[in-house]
């Protein structure tokens, strides 16, 4: 740690080298809620701040990764900043089967 950041950033920040995802790994991506703009079918409070996990395909560098995104957003670049990222915990008491839902 240099003396500037010791007096003047990163004390609360997780450190960067702590923050690293593998390839395969899945994680949400997260999305900047704008005001009056509509990304995501909502807009203002109600708004998603992730969206649905994705695979990295690759890294590049130490800080920036590939995304293998859905074709609804084959539109958007694909290489995001790993603080855009969360990583996704799959539990399998989440997964509801369709046979277990009544109509």
Same mark, same amino acid.
């Given at each position: 740690? $240099? ?6 950033? /990163?004390?609360?920040? $997780?450190?960067?080298? !702590? ?22 079918? /909502? ?33 958007? !670049? ?9 990583? !996704? ?7 509801? $089967? ?6």
């Amino acid at each position: 740690m $240099t003396p500037f950041e010791a007096l003047y950033g /990163r004390k609360c920040r $997780t450190p960067l080298k !702590y923050i690293k995802f593998a390839i395969g790994d899945r994680v949400f991506l997260k999305v900047s809620p704008w005001k009056k703009v509509v990304w995501f079918s /909502r807009k203002g409070k109600l708004s998603l701040r992730f969206i649905a996990p994705y695979e990295i395909i690759e890294r590049i560098g130490p800080i920036a990764y590939i995304l293998a995104l859905s074709p609804e957003l084959e539109l958007i !670049y694909n290489i995001f900043h790993f603080s855009k990222l969360r990583r !996704y915990k799959s539990n399998p008491s989440h997964v509801i $089967t369709p046979s277990e839902i009544e109509l």
